[in-house]
T-cell receptor, first 117, second 111 residues
């Protein structure tokens, strides 16, 4: 079974540009999560999509946005890039959310390393 | 107070020893608990899930959960240098139906 895939692996942009990152979840998973992990820091929750809808959002400015497509793949857009946006961006997927624990297991993709110059 | 707390380490153990990693959480209604392993520069990998009080064993890994004390731990038996990584504790609660991650504990296993 294929895992979560992300593209591109690396992305280099200059300040002020826009970046688009893509994620395909594990087959059968409907929830997609985006996290930012800056160098040496912990996982910071960005966005959660489920069944095409944004369900929750972390403490990030509106220039971080995204969407989920009918096939459950997802896209993260970062507008007006700033130097501090340089980080590893991780996508995770889960079966959904439920009182049943296994539904909440999140599986991560390999990440996209974004460098803003 | 952080919702999920871990000692950042590094925790250094000799090869072959038991490594004990601890995590406390603040949301009393948390229902599901997970341990992830993250190698430097890589993405987190789910290694253990635990949903009820007590111990759960999987190979060299044992997860322990005590909901009354709001405490979850991960024991790694016969630690190997390849176990050297950062271990992230994650807790699923009712707050926004989200997984909340701790800051991670860096484990170093010395040959």
């Amino acid at each position: 079974e294929a895992g979560v895939t992300q593209s591109p692996t690396h992305l280099i942009k200059t300040r002020g540009q826009q970046a688009t990152l893509r994620c395909s979840p594990i087959s059968g998973h409907t929830s997609v999560y985006w996290y930012q992990q800056a160098l040496g820091l912990g996982l910071q929750f960005l966005l959660w999509y489920d069944e095409g809808e944004e369900r929750n959002r972390g403490n990030f400015p509106p220039r971080f946005s995204g969407r989920q497509f009918p096939n459950y793949s997802s896209e993260l857009n970062v507008n007006a890039l700033e130097l501090e946006d340089s980080a590893l961006y991780l996508c995770a997927s889960s079966l959904g959310t439920s009182l049943s624990g296994a539904y909440n297991e999140q599986f991560f993709g390999p990440g996209t390393r974004l460098t803003v110059l | 107070q952080k919702e999920v707390e871990q000692n950042s380490g590094p925790l250094s153990v000799p090869e072959g020893a038991i490594a004990s990693l601890n995590c406390t959480y603040s949301d009393r209604v948390s229902q599901s608990f997970f341990w992830y392993r993250q190698y430097s520069g890589k993405s987190p990998e789910l290694i253990m899930s635990i949903y009820s009080n007590g111990d759960k064993e999987d190979g060299r890994f044992t997860a322990q959960l005590n909901k009354a004390s709001q405490y979850v731990s991960l024991l790694i038996r016969d630690s190997q240098p390849s176990d050297s990584a950062t271990y992230l504790c994650a807790v699923y609660g009712n707050a926004g139906n989200m997984l909340t991650f701790g800051g991670g504990t860096r484990l170093m296993v010395k040959p």
